[in-house]
């Protein structure tokens, strides 16, 4: 069992005064706490000691909390409590005398009460305090200092804060939240928090069907039913960015070219071969061949036909690419309108943008 007696003490001078009658520290712990729990709370403390002893007091503090989780006791609370002042936490150390001061009440230890109180007593004078205003509140706000939610009773009361950065926010269904952050420079600063009223949250709005939808806002996803589904003489609606849509159009476009020159060969090749079929054909008649003339012109319109398959399709593939690219949005521009038009020797595409 630890003793209050000897060097081993780790409170300031009044506390192990109070406490040096050699009683135990931990003679307050909860009764039936279990085993495990009680060693390993004796374990915490005497480590705890040992960090403060040696100055480490950012490192003490949480052992001390966490012996007292484990095995509440009036000396563990007076020895955190001690370690929060060592740390210029004013604010924390303060309530956690407070707390002890309490527990010893309660315990009938008069000693440890009248060693709490002076110490809280001392701190009261240095602590910083910040008030949360709330002039105009909403139904259903809350309130959260540092994410601790501070109950309405607490508006406008200044409650002692540590010195350090500290975040109040404020929410309401409905509306949009609000944050701010102020920083409590020194003990014995007064600083106050106003809540502004908060703005409304905009109301979700359906999005509207027509054939050319105005450009909905860049916060909002427009709806599928605001999007044409295929080119047309109308505005088209596009995703914001058609850098992705030119690309795939440049692509396509391509494929089109390639298969308007393979045309080209297999036309090439065609009147080549008819040219060549002429001298084995009849020249009165050129339409009655030889076996030669008769294969060379088989050939020929093998290569004629082939001509015209790959050139049809490298007329539409082209068209489709160029479809893709002038109906591309563009930034700060309206979208493309493109339209197709028949003629006789194929088709037409005109575009503008």
């Known amino acids: 069992m630890r003793c209050h007696s000897g060097p081993g003490i780790v409170l300031v001078a009044a506390i192990a005064s109070a406490v040096a009658a050699g009683s135990p520290a931990r003679a307050q712990t909860t009764p039936g706490a279990p085993g495990g729990s009680k060693v ?38 007076l020895n955190l409590a001690n370690c929060w002042e060592k740390l210029n936490r004013t604010a924390t150390a303060w309530a956690t005398y407070r707390e002890a001061a309490s527990a010893a009440n309660a315990a009938g230890r008069k000693d440890y009460l009248a060693t709490a109180l002076r110490h809280a007593d001392g701190l ?7 008030t949360v205003i709330v002039p105009q509140p909403v139904a259903g706000l809350q309130i959260k200092r540092d994410g601790v939610v501070v109950d309405s009773a607490e508006w406008g009361t200044g409650i002692p804060v540590d010195t350090g950065p500290h975040t109040v926010e404020a929410s309401a269904p409905g509306h949009k939240p609000w944050s701010a952050t102020i920083d409590v420079a020194q003990d014995g600063t007064v600083s106050t928090v106003s809540v502004p009223p908060l703005d409304e949250a905009p109301a979700d709005a359906p999005a509207p069907v027509s054939a050319a939808p105005a450009p909905a806002p860049a916060s909002e996803v427009p709806s599928p039913a605001s999007l044409n589904t295929a080119p047309s003489s109308a ?18 476009a391509g494929l089109g070219l390639v298969s308007l020159g393979v045309g080209g060969i297999f036309a090439i090749e065609a009147k080549s071969k008819y040219n060549a079929s002429l001298p084995n054909c009849d020249k009165d008649d050129p339409d009655v061949c030889g076996g030669t003339g008769l294969s060379q012109r088989n050939d020929a319109r093998t290569a004629g036909d082939l001509a015209t398959v790959f050139v049809s399709a490298g007329a539409v593939v082209l068209v489709t690419g160029g479809i893709l690219w002038l109906t591309a949005p563009h930034a700060s521009k309206p979208a493309a309108a493109f339209e197709v038009l028949p003629t006789l020797g194929g088709v037409v595409a005109r575009g503008a943008w």
Do not use: H, M, W
Not at 50 to 76: H, I, M, N, W
Not at 124 to 130: E, F, H, I, Q, S
Not at 239 to 252: E, F, L, S
């Open 235 to 252: 505005d088209v609606g596009a995703p914001k960015d058609g850098n992705t849509q030119r690309i795939v159009g440049i692509a396509v």
């Open 124 to 130: 009261a004078p240095k602590l910083a305090r910040l």
């Open 40 to 77: 390993a709370a004796e374990s915490l403390f005497e480590d705890a000691r040992a960090l403060v002893a040696a100055g480490k007091y950012a490192e003490a503090c949480p052992k001390f909390a966490d012996s007292q989780r484990l095995g509440p006791s009036v000396a563990t609370l």
